[in-house]
Each structure stands twice: as C-alpha cells, then as structure tokens.
T-cell receptor
C-alpha cells in the first residue's frame, strides 16, 4: 500500500487549461514537498510546505498543505507545454525513530500545444 | 557547488555481474540517501547516511546490496550478482540535517541488467 496517494496518475490537457493534482494520505507529515522530474533525470524540488493550511505560489503554480497536514494539492494555471513532466509529492515523517521522506507514485502531466 | 553528482549515468550489465555506483553529495550536506525508482513509480528509499554512519537500510536492500560512505564524503552503492529485477534508476540525494526543507537529488544512474 502507498503511504501517499497521488491523483490522477496521468493527465493530458491542452495548453492554456488549468489543472489540479492531489496528494492524499491518512498519515500526518512534518512537511510535504513537491518535486518535478524530467525523463532520465532526478527529481527537482519545487516547494516545501510545513504549516497546516499553508499556501505557496511559484509563478503559475499554487501549492497548498491541508489543515491537518495529511494532504496537499498542486494547481497549475494556464498550463504550458514546458510544464510537462512527472510531478511527485513527498512527505517527511518520523518512522521507527528516523525522519524519512516517502514519495507518492507521481502524476505524469502532458500539456499539448 | 555543482550539486549532487552521480556516476555513471547509465550502466548495462549482464546478469550475475557486480556493479558499483558513485555519488558525490553537496559538500555542506551531512546526510546522504539512496533511492531506487522503477518505471511509473515514485522513488523508494534504500538507505541513508549521516556523515559516515549508515543509519538505516530498507528491507528492499537485500544482502547483495552494500553501501558505504567513507570519511563522510562521497558514497558508493554496490550490487553483487545482479538480477534482472535490479534494473531501475538509482538516485542519490543529500540534505542538511533531516531534510525537512528538501532534498537535492542527482541525475541518477540508470541500470539495465540483461
């Protein structure tokens, strides 16, 4: 079973449309991070949210951490082909006495021109 | 600082051979992590080091896998007697302390076992 569930797993939309990706869990996280990964490369950190209810904006991307720190969302406004990639959410929590970063399975986003 | 470097980027090996990957973390980061990622999945935790001490190993890391971080700088991940199921992207990351504010990943080593 996946500790972090991302939905949808695949999303293909036209340039200019808006979209939201969800990251859900039954567990509480110390922080939640969003990464973007290009084919053949490692994940690149986009943002970290720490406080329940926190909202962060990065140009056309808006990230929100749920009030209970169990879930998060990524909203993209006016998507562009350059937004295409694999979006990964990852949460930090204490597991067996050690701080761990656990990943969701990712959302593969394709923006068509 | 050039970020996290991994070498090689790609490795094709025959089943049963041994392979070794290297990771050079960001010099100021005291924590180093190894993850494995298969197609269509998110990265899965393998092991991590704080300085030179290996603090945890995942159940995914069988006896054929060994990781070292001598002197708390670069790290190596060795896989002995490779199997086709070992084919994956092996990612290295580093962070300050617990990494609550984010990890920096390398570009990964893509292993193909034929």
């Amino acid at each position: 079973t996946q500790l972090l569930e991302q939905s949808p797993q695949f999303l293909s939309i036209q340039e200019g449309e808006n979209l939201t990706v969800y990251c859900n869990s039954s567990s509480v996280f110390s922080s939640l991070q969003w990464y973007r990964q290009e084919p053949g490369e490692g994940p690149v950190l986009l943002v970290t949210v720490v406080t329940g209810g926190e909202v962060k904006k990065l140009k056309r991307l808006t990230f929100q951490f749920g009030d209970a720190r169990k879930d998060s969302s990524l909203h993209i406004t006016a998507a562009q082909p350059g937004d295409t990639g694999l979006y990964l959410c990852a949460g930090t929590r204490i597991i067996q006495g050690a701080q761990k970063l656990v990943f969701g399975q990712g959302t593969r986003l394709t923006i068509n021109p | 600082d050039t970020g996290v470097s991994q070498d090689p980027r790609h490795k094709i090996t025959k089943r049963g051979q041994n392979v070794t990957f290297r990771c050079d973390p960001i010099s100021e980061h005291n924590r180093l992590y190894w993850y494995r990622q298969t197609l269509g999945q998110g990265p899965e935790f393998l092991t991590y080091f704080q300085n030179e001490a290996q603090l945890e190993k995942s159940r995914l890391l069988s006896d054929r896998f060994s990781a070292e971080r001598p002197k708390g700088s670069f790290s190596t991940l060795e896989i002995q007697r490779t199997e086709q199921g070992d084919s994956a992207m092996y990612l290295c990351a580093s962070s300050l302390a617990g990494g609550v504010y984010g990890y920096t990943f390398g570009s990964g080593t893509r292993l193909t076992v034929v």
